[in-house]
């Protein structure tokens, strides 16, 4: 009885020994399956928290470079998410999806995929060292949504209104180097994007340079036009800004910018140049014919249109023109030679002027005497006025009417009236 207890001892021994590598085999991989789901179940939580971060800052991934470091921070928070939960994401870390831009509301798609290391020697062998598990959220752009919420915890931001001005808009192929101007509104920082087209009409060989931009500052596009004379190109242009509140466009027809062929030899060219072409109003523009034939054409006749009303309003090859008032204007020349030959050039919003901004100074314990000198630094163009009875001398000033710190104010601009008094 002894002998066979011990054999029947020795049989469980074996089986036990042979059943034990499976039942490890198969926790372990129990162990890695579970790794992986709660991996997988971790790899959603964070792809929800990286796309409700890429909502709230949309905008920076339609703007070129990381100007407020916010990309940054989304990569180091997706790689530190990455790291807490054992998993190895891809490198680089793929940007957020905006398919439909950055206006409120539109989808922001985030897909990340994460390598989770395989333990289980068998199951390793099998399926590799690693296994890809992936996740995908959508968020709705939320950038400025509280901002913009009355009661929201914060200021309104203003959206932008995407406004610009080119000059000149029009010239003589077949070069012609043309000025933006981004006049656009809304609350800072504005990312604009401009895309300068290349020829979209006319009847030449046109190009643009440089095609498109994402600078705020002016912007400097050289065109060209080819081909036989007369022959014209035409341009159109787009400024798209966003900023926190929102984002707006400004798309321009397609004959915004115009370049024509000039005449071949002999026949004229009307050519001008004018200085300065931009200025605060009032402003004296003086504008000069600019012979291109070199001599070999005699002039006889040149008229000049600076109200693009068709009425000539000077003459003579220099002459002068005062611009009171804001605005983008056209400037016509019409040259006659002594055979009888004309040619006529228009410069659309060749002359900016831009409204002259005063500010009303405080006078308050300010001396009656250097009042009219505090109003003239100011840029305004009337006369103190001294509110009565008074006293006499050189009293110092308590009240004024309009007060201090009224930007430009209306109607009368910087022609504006004051009061002042003791």
């Given at each position: 009885?002894?002998?066979?207890?011990?054999?029947?001892?020795?049989?469980?021994?074996?089986e036990?020994?042979?059943?034990?590598?499976?039942?490890?085999?198969?926790?372990?991989?129990?162990?890695?399956?579970?790794?992986?789901?709660?991996?997988?179940?971790?790899?959603q939580?964070?792809?929800r928290i990286?796309?409700?971060?890429?909502?709230?800052?949309?905008?920076?991934?339609?703007?070129?470079?990381?100007?407020?470091?916010?990309?940054?921070?989304?990569?180091?928070?997706?790689?530190?998410?990455?790291?807490?939960?054992?998993?190895?994401?891809?490198?680089?870390?793929?940007?957020?999806?905006?398919?439909?831009?950055?206006?409120?509301?539109?989808?922001?798609?985030?897909?990340?995929?994460?390598?989770?290391?395989?333990?289980?020697?068998v199951?390793?062998?099998?399926?590799?060292?690693?296994?890809?598990?992936?996740s995908?959220?959508?968020?709705?752009?939320?950038?400025?949504?509280?901002?913009?919420?009355p009661?929201?915890?914060?200021?309104?931001?203003?959206?932008?209104?995407?406004?610009f001005?080119?000059?000149?808009?029009?010239?003589?192929?077949p070069?012609?180097?043309?000025?933006?101007a981004?006049?656009?509104?809304?609350?800072?920082?504005?990312?604009?994007?401009?895309?300068?087209?290349?020829?979209?009409?006319?009847?030449?060989?046109?190009?643009?340079?440089?095609?498109?931009?994402?600078?705020?500052?002016?912007?400097?596009?050289?065109?060209?036009?080819t081909?036989?004379?007369?022959?014209?190109?035409?341009?159109?242009?787009?400024?798209?800004?966003?900023?926190?509140?929102?984002?707006?466009?400004?798309?321009?027809?397609?004959?915004?910018?115009?370049?024509?062929?000039?005449?071949?030899?002999?026949?004229?060219?009307a050519?001008?140049?004018?200085?300065p072409?931009?200025?605060?109003?009032?402003?004296?523009v003086?504008?000069?014919?600019?012979?291109?034939?070199g001599?070999?054409?005699?002039?006889?006749?040149?008229?000049w249109?600076?109200?693009?009303?068709?009425?000539?309003?000077?003459?003579?090859?220099?002459?002068?023109?005062?611009?009171p008032?804001?605005?983008?204007?056209?400037?016509?020349?019409?040259?006659?030679?002594?055979?009888?030959?004309?040619?006529?050039?228009?410069?659309?919003?060749?002359?900016?002027?831009?409204?002259?901004?005063?500010?009303?100074?405080?006078?308050?314990?300010?001396?009656?005497?250097?009042?009219q000198?505090?109003?003239?630094?100011?840029?305004?163009?009337?006369?103190?006025?001294?509110?009565?009875?008074?006293?006499?001398?050189?009293?110092?000033?308590?009240?004024?009417?309009?007060?201090?710190?009224?930007?430009?104010?209306?109607?009368?601009?910087?022609?504006?009236?004051?009061?002042?008094?003791?």
């Open positions: 009885m002894r002998r066979r207890h011990m054999r029947t001892r020795g049989q469980s021994v074996v036990f020994a042979l059943v034990v590598p499976l039942l490890l085999l198969l926790t372990m991989t129990a162990i890695d399956f579970g790794r992986v789901f709660l991996g997988w179940v971790n790899l939580q964070m792809t990286a796309a409700s971060q890429a909502a709230e800052h949309a905008s920076i991934w339609a703007t070129p470079g990381d100007p407020t470091g916010q990309k940054a921070k989304y990569e180091a928070k997706v790689e530190n998410d990455a790291r807490a939960i054992n998993c190895v994401p891809q490198n680089p870390i793929p940007d957020p999806i905006l398919s439909g831009g950055t206006a409120l509301g539109a989808p922001v798609t985030v897909g990340l995929t994460c390598q989770f290391h395989i333990i289980t020697p199951i390793s062998n099998i399926l590799g060292g690693t296994i890809l598990v992936s995908e959220t959508t968020y709705p752009v939320k950038e400025g949504v509280v901002a913009t919420v009661g929201g915890g914060a200021p309104i931001v203003t959206p932008p209104d995407a406004k001005v080119a000059s000149p808009q029009s010239g003589w192929g070069s012609l180097v043309v000025t933006f981004n006049n656009s509104t809304g609350a800072p920082p504005m990312f604009p994007v401009w895309n300068f087209v290349n020829v979209i009409g006319g009847t030449g060989t046109g190009t643009a340079n440089p095609p498109n931009s994402f600078s705020a500052g002016p912007q400097t596009v050289t065109y060209g036009c081909g036989t004379p007369g022959q014209t190109c035409t341009f159109g242009v787009s400024l798209d800004v966003s900023n926190a509140g929102g984002s707006d466009s400004a798309v321009t027809v397609a004959d915004y910018i115009t370049l024509t062929v000039p005449p071949d030899p002999p026949d004229p060219i050519e001008f140049t004018g200085t072409r931009t200025g605060l109003e009032p402003q004296n003086n504008f000069s014919f600019v012979d291109l034939r001599g070999t054409v005699t002039y006889t006749t040149y008229e249109d600076f109200n693009a009303d068709g009425v000539f309003d000077a003459t003579g090859a220099s002459t002068s023109h005062n611009y008032t804001d605005g983008a204007y056209d400037v016509t020349l019409k040259v006659t030679t002594d055979t009888g030959a004309t040619n006529t050039l228009t410069k659309k919003a060749y002359i900016v002027i831009t409204d002259k901004i005063c500010t009303v100074p405080d006078f308050g314990n300010t001396k009656k005497n250097s009042a000198g505090t109003w003239a630094a100011a840029g305004f163009t009337t006369t103190v006025q001294f509110a009565t009875p008074a006293p006499n001398g050189n009293w110092t000033i308590n009240t004024q009417v309009p007060p201090g710190g009224i930007i430009d104010p209306q109607p009368l601009g910087c022609g504006t009236n004051i009061t002042v008094g003791p």
